[in-house]
């Protein structure tokens, strides 16, 4: 594997923009509406099944205690009765616990741990409000609403910054620092298209060219599409590549690596595209 050849770069930016695009389009090529509107329906179907089993529960315990009334002076039967009312509650309360796990394990595959409704499911265990979230989500999709090509594309960058985690483990940090760098770079595009900045520009023949990361970099924090302090990061990163690229291999260190692929996999979950 090439550790520290000039060659590097050229050859792991082509391996990327080659494999970014094959695979985004296998990806989104495949029924993922159609799968992901099934289990959650599935889903869907569980929690209606809970309340009507909950529900039924509930009436056997209220029918327990207008027995147990009429039995205060038998200690037996009494007892009995409440060891059966303790149990309903148990049953009911694990019931519970297993469809609101099943629930947002569901909600994960279909949108990801990072994406603001699965943190909304995961931060509760209250099965109206992960409930509300599934049909939110049931509603979305069949409603066309629900941006499964922007989900793609977070599941392709996260797929390259494991490659770039694992590339550092075995050592090979300036190849990690270039797979970090271009899918950062390639995230800035993305988060331009979608603050309506343009990725080109035109140079001094008129000819229509790219435009640089740094360029970009500092048009979206001027667009407010994230803060100053976020570019400022930005261009430690962009920075740190470009010394990869360069072939200036003793510039930084594997630790500096490692804090980059942790701050950009960091920012590009806080500014999806």
Same mark, same amino acid.
């Given at each position: 594997?090439?550790?520290? /050849?000039?060659?590097? !770069?050229?050859?792991?930016?082509?391996?990327?923009? +080659?494999? &970014?695009?094959?695979? $985004?389009?296998? @990806?989104?090529?495949?029924?993922?509406?159609?799968?992901?509107?099934?289990?959650?329906?599935?889903?869907?179907?569980?929690?209606?099944?809970?309340?009507?089993?909950?529900?039924?529960?509930?009436?056997?315990?209220?029918?327990?205690?207008?027995?147990?009334?009429?039995?205060?002076?038998?200690?037996?039967?009494?007892?009995?009765?409440?060891?059966?009312?303790?149990?309903?509650?148990?049953?009911?309360?694990?019931?519970?616990?297993?469809?609101?796990?099943?629930?947002?394990?569901?909600?994960?595959?279909?949108?990801?741990?990072?994406?603001?409704?699965?943190?909304?499911?995961?931060?509760?265990?209250?099965?109206?409000?992960? /409930?509300?979230?599934? !049909?939110?989500?049931?509603?979305?999709?069949?409603? +066309?609403? &629900?941006?499964?090509? $922007?989900?793609? @594309?977070?599941?392709?960058?996260?797929?390259?910054?494991?490659?770039?985690?694992?590339?550092?483990?075995?050592?090979?940090?300036?190849?990690?620092?270039?797979?970090?760098g271009s899918t950062l770079e390639e995230h800035l595009k993305k988060l331009?298209?979608?603050?309506?900045?343009?990725?080109?520009?035109?140079?001094?023949?008129?000819?229509?060219?790219?435009?640089?990361?740094?360029?970009?970099?500092?048009?979206?924090?001027?667009?407010?599409?994230?803060?100053?302090?976020?570019?400022?990061?930005?261009?430690?990163?962009?920075?740190?590549?470009?010394?990869?690229?360069?072939?200036?291999?003793?510039?930084?260190?594997?630790?500096?690596?490692?804090?980059?692929?942790?701050?950009?996999?960091?920012?590009?979950?806080?500014?999806?595209?």
């Amino acid at each position: 594997m090439c550790r520290s /050849s000039g060659g590097c !770069d050229a050859i792991l930016s082509f391996k990327i923009s +080659s494999e &970014f695009r094959q695979k $985004s389009n296998q @990806r989104f090529g495949r029924k993922v509406k159609v799968e992901a509107l099934s289990e959650l329906k599935t889903v869907q179907a569980k929690i209606n099944e809970f309340f009507e089993f909950r529900e039924l529960k509930q009436k056997e315990r209220r029918d327990l205690t207008v027995v147990s009334r009429t039995q205060i002076h038998n200690l037996t039967i009494g007892l009995d009765i409440e060891n059966k009312k303790d149990y309903i509650t148990d049953v009911i309360n694990k019931n519970l616990l297993a469809v609101i796990t099943i629930s947002q394990s569901c909600i994960v595959r279909v949108v990801g741990e990072n994406h603001y409704l699965a943190k909304k499911s995961n931060n509760s265990q209250e099965l109206n409000t992960v /409930s509300s979230v599934i !049909d939110t989500l049931v509603y979305e999709i069949e409603e +066309s609403r &629900f941006d499964f090509q $922007s989900l793609e @594309r977070s599941e392709i960058f996260s797929d390259f910054l494991e490659m770039a985690e694992h590339l550092l483990e075995e050592g090979y940090k300036d190849p990690a620092a270039v797979i970090v760098g271009s899918t950062l770079e390639e995230h800035l595009k993305k988060l331009s298209q979608k603050y309506g900045i343009s990725v080109t520009s035109d140079d001094s023949r008129g000819k229509i060219r790219p435009k640089k990361a740094d360029a970009l970099n500092s048009e979206l924090a001027s667009a407010s599409a994230y803060s100053k302090l976020d570019q400022k990061g930005v261009t430690a990163w962009l920075g740190l590549r470009n010394e990869a690229a360069h072939g200036n291999y003793d510039a930084y260190t594997k630790v500096q690596v490692e804090s980059m692929l942790q701050s950009t996999r960091d920012f590009i979950s806080r500014n999806p595209v």
